[in-house]
């Protein structure tokens, strides 16, 4: 291979070495403040932003206004009686009534309670979907910062092969080289430029994924976001003490639970309609004649018919909901265990990939090598190209790790 391609793959290697130092091995703590920093903004704004938290906002309002429909007592009914026929001397009679109804659930305020948990239970399922758009955001945010690391490491990679290309085009013109081998450095500048066109595709389609999310608003700075850092969580983290940190912050737990609650309350109240009802009216009666009388009438509603079986039906939905509560338990902490086994599983390869990367470098003595006629320089490239390769595989373990802990731990966002 002829000095000028040699001295190419040269400049190529200081760079990726470049690259690896800066994607590669991010420390710990550049990561965290990445992500405390710059990815927790942007997450505060797109939930601030997104439509449909907006909408789902707004709804939780509307639900909690509905949720007072309701608990307090009826309004009293006041009546007029106004009789004028019978004998002359009894005189017309005017006769004005006040009557209030009393429902011993309001008076005991169970219906208060209701309202107050069935308040929670909204907000408990808001938190759900609250989650779920921003566990999509994180995960977009995540994929975007893979793909910046790529096309940064692309466009170092396409500044030399360009430069490459035109030594060799004169080259050629001078007869210095034979169309082959300016050939096969044409076809490996094409194939940097389709790679790199392939991953500016997809980071355009995660900015626009992610600026959707923030209503239609643009983020600024994730053109050149990067989080992928060292993976080195949960390494040494038992389960159980993991799952006993996180089942208070879970919101399918959260929201199971508290419709058991709302259950509970809806017996109680369905029970307390078994009770009479009573009710008051206030007498005022008037005569023509001169007299005037007052007085207190109390009435009792006897619960024979109107609500049997609304407790069976109350009982039954409180069953339900702990058979579903029961399920939930088991199977979020099921899939739970497994995510948890996944992440530190994909935590493990991407120290692998690092490792190899830092420890196995053989890009020096590749060039040694062909630089001596020990190798050729299709050696030389397949050598070079499984270390892209490993560079390109390390960014790729890097992501998933994220990803999946992000979905382990998306009760943290």
């Known amino acids: ?158 500044t030399y092969a360009r430069r490459v290309v035109e030594v060799e085009q004169q080259r050629l013109a001078n007869g210095d080289t034979d169309v082959l081998s300016y050939n096969n450095v044409l076809l490996s500048l094409s194939a940097l430029e389709a790679e790199k066109s392939r991953v500016d595709m997809e980071r355009n389609v995660l900015i626009a994924r992610l600026t959707a999310l923030n209503g239609s608003k643009v983020l600024d700075g994730i053109e050149s976001l990067d989080i992928l850092g060292d993976p080195v969580s949960l390494q040494e983290t038992d389960f159980a003490l993991w799952y006993a940190e996180a089942e208070p912050h879970l919101p399918q737990l959260a929201q199971v639970r508290q419709l058991r609650e709302v259950r509970t309350s809806e017996l109680s109240l369905a029970k307390s309609s078994l009770l009479p009802a009573l009710s008051a009216t206030y007498i005022n009666e008037h005569h023509t004649m001169g007299t005037r009388s007052q007085g207190v009438a109390v009435g009792v509603s006897i619960p024979l018919w109107g609500n049997k079986n609304r407790v069976r039906s109350a009982r039954a939905a409180l069953h339900a909901v702990e058979s579903q509560q029961a399920d939930v338990e088991l199977q979020l902490r099921s899939a739970y265990e497994q995510e948890f086994v996944r992440v530190k599983g994909l935590c493990e390869t991407a120290v692998l990939y690092r490792r190899a990367l830092n420890e196995a470098n053989n890009s020096v003595l590749l060039e040694k090598a062909m630089d001596e006629g020990f190798i050729s320089v299709l050696e030389y490239l397949q050598g070079i190209e499984l270390y892209y390769d490993y560079l390109d595989k390390s960014l790729n373990a890097e992501r998933d790790f994220q990803r999946a802990q992000v979905e382990l731990e998306v009760w943290k966002l």
């Open 1 to 158: 291979m002829n000095k000028y391609i040699f001295a190419f793959f040269v400049m190529v290697m200081s760079v990726s070495l470049s690259v690896n130092a800066q994607v590669s091995t991010i420390s710990a703590a550049s990561s965290m403040e990445c992500e405390g920093g710059e990815v927790s903004s942007l997450l505060k704004e797109i939930e601030t932003n997104n439509t449909t938290l907006v909408t789902l906002r707004a709804e939780v309002e509307a639900q909690k206004l509905a949720n007072r429909i309701g608990i307090t007592l009826p309004d009293p009914e006041v009546g007029l009686k106004r009789m004028w026929e019978g004998a002359e001397e009894s005189g017309k009679l005017t006769e004005i009534t006040v009557t209030q109804s009393i429902d011993l659930a309001t008076v005991m305020g169970q219906r208060v309670r209701l309202a107050q948990q069935q308040d929670v239970l909204v907000d408990e399922e808001y938190k759900v979907a609250r989650m779920d758009i921003l566990l999509e955001a994180k995960l977009a945010c995540i994929d975007l910062s893979y793909y910046n690391a790529l096309a940064k490491e692309l466009e170092r990679r396409l």
